[in-house]
C-alpha cells in the first residue's frame, strides 16, 4: 500500500514518544475519532492499556480513556449541547493539564474532533492527530500528526490501524524492557 510506504515513521515514533512522556508524568491518555475512526480509538485505548500490560500483576499500567464508549455521556451532551461537544464536554470534566489527547480522523475535519482539540489546548493539554486525505484543519490543528497521505478514506482508516499497532507494539517493548531492568 502506497499510503503506508510514505508514512513518516519519525512522526509514529513521536506519538510513541509522546504517549510515554504522558504515562511517566502519571497523565491520562484520551483518543477520540468520529465514525470509523472512533472505533479505531476504541480500540487503540483498549490495547494500550491490555495489550501493554507486562503481566497480571502490571502495577504501573497506561491510564487510557477513549472518548467514544459511553453511550450515555455522547447521547446526553449531543442531546444538551449537539455533537460537535460530545468530546469536548468529557475532556472538560475528565483531562488535567499535562494529559494527552489523540484524535483520530481520515478527513481531519470532524468538528467534535476539532472542538475537542481545541479544548485541549485552552486546557494544556498536549494534542496529537493521525489524519489521511490532507489532513484536513486538524492536521493544521494539533500540535503534532501522523498523517496518512491517501485520497481514499478506507485506506486511510487501514493505515490508522497499522499506526496504532505500530505505537502499541513499541510501547509494550519498552514497558517490558524497563520492567526487565528493575
Keep these: 500500500m502506497a499510503a503506508l510506504a510514505q508514512l513518516d515513521q519519525a512522526a509514529v515514533e513521536r ?3 509522546a504517549i510515554l512522556d504522558t504515562h511517566e508524568r502519571g497523565g491520562t491518555i484520551f483518543v477520540c475519532g468520529n465514525g470509523g475512526s472512533a472505533t479505531t480509538a476504541s480500540h487503540f485505548a483498549q490495547d494500550l492499556t ?46 488535567r493539564p499535562g494529559d494527552l489527547l489523540i484524535a483520530l480522523s481520515g478527513s481531519g475535519a470532524s468538528p467534535n474532533v476539532l472542538n ?16 489521511g486525505f490532507d489532513g484536513g484543519p486538524l492536521r493544521r490543528l494539533a500540535r503534532d500528526t501522523v498523517h496518512v497521505a491517501t485520497g ?31
Aim: charged content about 20%; proline content about 1%; overall charge negative.
Design 15 to 17: 506519538l510513541v514518544a
Design 50 to 95: 491490555k495489550s501493554t500490560a507486562t503481566g497480571p500483576a502490571d502495577h504501573h499500567r497506561l491510564r487510557v480513556l477513549a472518548l467514544t464508549e459511553s453511550v450515555s455521556s455522547l447521547t446526553a451532551w449531543a442531546n444538551d449541547l449537539g455533537y460537535d461537544a460530545v468530546f469536548e464536554q468529557q475532556l472538560r470534566a475528565l483531562g
Design 116 to 131: 475537542a482539540v481545541r479544548y485541549a489546548h485552552d486546557a494544556d493539554i498536549a494534542t496529537f492527530a493521525v489524519t
Design 152 to 182: 481514499q478514506m478506507e485506506i486511510a482508516e487501514n493505515a490508522h490501524l497499522v499506526v496504532i499497532h505500530q505505537v502499541v507494539c513499541a510501547v509494550r517493548e519498552w514497558k517490558h524492557e524497563r520492567d526487565a531492568s528493575g
